[in-house]
């Protein structure tokens, strides 16, 4: 059994209302454990935080490498027509896929 001096009371006390005022107890939103946060506001731990980020920065290089002009888009839509492949399950989803991708593009 240990015993605490006041000297050491009053340390862990210290300590206690430091770590309530400069750290939030957290549930990261990503992985689910517990972490400690220096501000109310974050949600995910520093592991998920820097995974995510990164995640981002990539997703944004992907974008910026597609250009697909509307000449070509239109020609890829036509080609893909459902009329031109006997309404095939195939053809529908990729016309699907490009009309919406169209529409992204142009910001719709
Ligand atoms: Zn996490």
Not at 60 to 70: M, V
Not at 100 to 105: G, I, Q, Y
Request: hydrophobic share 35%.
């Amino acid at each position: 059994m240990e015993v605490f001096t006041p000297l050491d009371e009053r340390l862990i006390s210290q300590k206690a209302k430091i770590r309530r005022i400069s750290m939030y107890q957290k549930i990261c939103l990503n992985c689910g454990c517990d972490f400690l946060a220096s501000h109310d506001w974050k949600t995910y731990c520093i592991p998920c935080f820097i995974k995510i980020q990164k995640a981002k920065e990539s997703q944004n290089l992907t974008h910026q490498s597609i250009c697909i002009d509307d000449e070509m888009m239109l020609r890829l839509i036509r080609l893909c027509h459902p009329d031109k492949h006997k309404n095939s399950e195939a053809s529908n989803k990729a016309t699907v896929f490009l009309l919406s991708l169209r529409k992204e593009l142009k910001g719709e």
